[in-house]
Nanobody, 126 residues
Framework: VQLQASGGGLVQPGGSVRLSCAAS????????VGWFRQAPGKEREFVAAISGSGDKVYYGDVMRGRFTISRDNAKNMVFLPMKSLRPEDTAVYYC????????????????????WGKGTLVTVSS
């Protein structure tokens, strides 16, 4: 499975942006897809994950209520609209996938993501 994240850029505090993850290869609907981020000088952090069918989602604590993960299996895409952005949301955002992994396991580290895409940088600054 190949993954490519896009949609990042410069956003003002309080603004919004929608990240997209395009996938190719494999049976996309069997893969849980997660978003992770890494800020400069910090460890990678879990953002959100969605099951293959889209019926189960899980969010990291700091994102809950501001980010909404969704997917379109017909287009092999996963989306992450982000709102009320803060400077501390500045990071490289990565999408990752793993077959039949529970989103909670993806978010709590109890399961490893098999495939990773190149990230997209989101900079929140005035």
């Amino acid at each position: 499975v190949q993954l490519q994240a896009s949609g990042g850029g410069l956003v003002q505090p309080g603004g919004s942006v929608r990240l997209s993850c395009a996938a190719s290869g494999g049976i996309f609907s069997t893969y849980t897809v997660g978003w992770f981020r890494q800020a400069p000088g910090k460890e990678r952090e879990f953002v959100a994950a969605i099951s293959g069918s889209g019926d189960k989602v899980y969010y990291g604590d700091v994102m809950r209520g501001r980010f909404t993960i969704s997917r379109d299996n017909a287009k092999n895409m996963v989306f992450l609209p982000m709102k009320s952005l803060r400077p501390e949301d500045t990071a490289v955002y990565y999408c990752a996938a793993s077959q039949n992994l529970d989103p909670i396991a993806a978010g709590t580290g109890r399961g490893d993501m098999e495939y990773w895409g190149k990230g997209t940088l989101v900079t929140v600054s005035s």
